[in-house]
């Protein structure tokens, strides 16, 4: 299982960012500190401000920049602290991945050059009653994404995204399979579990 904890600092941040962006997609990235098997909390985050209302492209070199800098205040212990993966919004939409979000987050995880074997995707925005909405999926080179548990050290200040939602992930690198996001009754975190091929025969 994997679960995200969002500090309170991380909280006000993004309430903060969020609130100010408006219909505005912003992002950035994830620096956090392994605290258990599978379990990550969020210490700081970077945000970059310059995206639409439908798109959200982030600049490596800023955020490089910051996550050598959160290296530099954690003693360089990147066993325990270290770049965790990705987060943006989704002001107008579903607090949940799109098809080309799965997509560049497997190719990341994918690349040559990219030093993390696992990354998280963060899809975050405001509620009706400006409370964080959000979902966390977990990425490795090879696999099918898998959905995590996305929590705070203060009980309740962020909600998981409910909303069903089925995606059929068909990448050069993933088997053709679909991976279902089950809604809050029925969540399920773990490994999805890919149909066995028929046999030809």
């Given amino acids: 299982m994997i ?4 500090n309170d600092r991380s909280v006000r941040k993004l309430k903060r960012e969020l609130g100010a962006s408006g219909s505005k997609e ?3 990235v994830l620096a956090a500190e392994q605290v258990g098997n599978g379990r990550f909390m969020v210490i700081d985050l970077s945000v970059q ?3 639409t209302d439908s798109s959200f492209i982030r600049d490596p070199v800023q955020h490089r920049a910051f996550i050598q800098a959160f290296h530099e205040r954690m003693g360089h212990q990147p066993g325990r602290f270290n770049y965790l993966g990705e987060w943006h919004s989704h002001p107008s939409y579903t607090a949940m991945p799109s098809v080309e979000d799965f997509d560049q987050m497997q190719s990341l995880v994918e690349d040559e050059e990219q030093m993390s074997t696992f990354l998280v995707l963060l899809v975050l925005k405001l509620d ?3 409370q964080l909405l959000g979902s966390a999926y977990g990425f490795r080179p090879g696999q099918p994404p898998v ?6 050290i203060e009980n309740g200040a962020v909600r998981e995204e409910t909303s069903p939602l089925t995606r059929i992930l068909a990448t050069t690198t993933l088997p053709h399979c679909v991976v279902r996001l089950l809604s809050r009754t029925e969540l399920s975190y773990g490994e999805p ?3 066995t091929p028929k046999s030809d025969s």
Avoid: H, K, M
């Fill in 193 to 195: 579990q890919c149909p």
């Fill in 3 to 6: 679960e995200v904890v969002l």
């Fill in 49 to 51: 401000r310059n995206g």
């Fill in 26 to 28: 912003i992002g950035g």
């Fill in 128 to 130: 009706a009653n400006d």
């Fill in 147 to 152: 959905r995590g548990r996305l929590t705070s």
